[in-house]
C-alpha cells in the first residue's frame, strides 16, 4: 500500500505527528511517504492508494499549502482512500474542562466542513493535540494566547521546555494510525 501523507504547520506539532502516523504506517507495511506542503511540491498523487493529508489549526483556520492541496487535487482525492486530522488547542483544553460542545463544533468545523466543501468522504478523522510554543508566537497572537497559559497550566499540562506546551497523547496518535492501517488492508 503506497501512502502519502500530506501536511501543513505552523509551529511544528503536525510535522512530528506526521512522523509518528508515518512510524506506525510502516510498521504495518505501508510504503510511505511524508511531505511538508510548505517545504515540498506534490506534482501528482497517482502512484497512491492511500492519502492523509493533515493541517494544524490557528485561528480557527487551516494550514493555506494544506488546503490548497486537498483543492488541486479534489476530484482524484474523491476517488482514493483518503484520512484527514488536525493539531487543535481544542483537544487538550476541552478534554479536560468537560466542554464537549466546544469539541463537538471543532470536529464539524475543521473536519466534517472542510471534507464536505471538497467532496471528501474520508475513511477516517480525527482532532489530535498540539503544540503551544509560547517562544515562537509572534505579535499579535501571543497577546491573544496569554490566557491559555493559564488554562494549560490548570489542564495539569507541564512545560516540556520553557513555555512551551505539548498536549498530544502519543498513544491516541498510534492507535488511530494502527486502526486507518487496519481498514487499509
Ligand atoms: C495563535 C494561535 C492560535 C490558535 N488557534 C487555534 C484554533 O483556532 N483552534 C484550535 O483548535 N487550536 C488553535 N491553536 C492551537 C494550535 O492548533 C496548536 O498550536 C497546534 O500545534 C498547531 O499546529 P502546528 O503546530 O502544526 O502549526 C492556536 C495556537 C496559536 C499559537
Known amino acids: 500500500m503506497k501512502t502519502l501523507i500530506a501536511y501543513g504547520t505552523r509551529y511544528g506539532a503536525t510535522a512530528t505527528t506526521s512522523e509518528e502516523i508515518s512510524r506506525v ?8 511517504s511524508v511531505v511538508d506542503l510548505k517545504k515540498g511540491k506534490v506534482k501528482n498523487i497517482s502512484d497512491y492508494d492511500l ?10 483556520r487551516w494550514v493555506g499549502e494544506a488546503e490548497k ?22 483537544q487538550a483544553l476541552h478534554k479536560f474542562d468537560g466542554a ?3 469539541m463537538d463544533t471543532a470536529w464539524t468545523k475543521y473536519l466534517v466542513e472542510k471534507a464536505e466543501k471538497y467532496s471528501l468522504q ?5 482532532i489530535f493535540g498540539g ?10 497572537f501571543k497577546q491573544t494566547m496569554i490566557p ?9 499540562i507541564q512545560e516540556s521546555e520553557p513555555g512551551v506546551y505539548d498536549t498530544r497523547d502519543w498513544d491516541e496518535i498510534r ?9 487499509s488492508i
Open 25 to 32: 504506517l510502516q510498521e504495518q507495511g505501508h510504503d510511505v
Open 51 to 60: 492519502v492523509i493529508i493533515g493541517s494544524g489549526m490557528r485561528m480557527f
Open 69 to 90: 492541496f486537498i483543492k488541486k487535487f479534489q476530484k482524484e482525492l474523491r476517488q482514493k482512500k483518503t484520512a484527514i486530522f488536525v493539531s487543535s488547542g481544542a
Open 100 to 102: 464537549t460542545e466546544e
Open 122 to 126: 474520508p475513511s477516517m478523522m480525527a
Open 131 to 140: 503544540v503551544w510554543d509560547y517562544n515562537k508566537m509572534g505579535f499579535p
Open 148 to 156: 491559555f497559559q493559564e488554562k494549560l497550566r490548570e489542564a495539569g
Open 175 to 183: 492507535n488511530w494510525a494502527r486502526a486507518l492501517a487496519e481498514q
